[in-house]
């Protein structure tokens, strides 16, 4: 059920409905804040609107770099899955025997 909610980034005020159960919307408001923050620190004649871009692309970088992480894992745990069943397969060949 999407729940309304206020949240702040970079000063300013958003209302937003959320139905993620997962992530609260404060958390996520939260790191696109602090994005905006480091990258301000690190430019400070960029405009607001360069800030919530540039976070976007980092943000966007950062979930791809994870995914890909996470899709590598997924691969080496099947391939270690279908080792142990191919072990198990002889094995039971060789009791069979």
């Known amino acids: ?3 309304s ?3 702040q ?3 300013k005020t958003y209302s937003l409905k ?3 159960s997962e992530v609260e919307a404060e958390e996520a408001a939260g790191y696109v804040d602090s994005k905006m923050k480091e990258l301000a620190n690190a430019s400070s004649k960029t405009s607001t609107l ?3 871009i540039l976070a976007a ?3 966007a970088q950062e979930l791809l770099e994870l995914k890909n992480q996470a899709g590598a894992k997924d691969e080496a745990g099947e391939k ?3 080792q142990l069943v191919a072990a198990l397969d002889k ?3 060789d009791i069979e025997k």
């Open 80 to 82: 270690k899955i279908r």
């Open 5 to 7: 909610k206020k949240i």
């Open 18 to 20: 959320s139905s993620s």
């Open 91 to 93: 094995e039971l060949q």
């Open 57 to 59: 692309l980092n943000i």
């Open 9 to 11: 980034i970079y000063g």
């Open 50 to 52: 360069d800030l919530a």
């Open 1 to 3: 059920m999407a729940s």
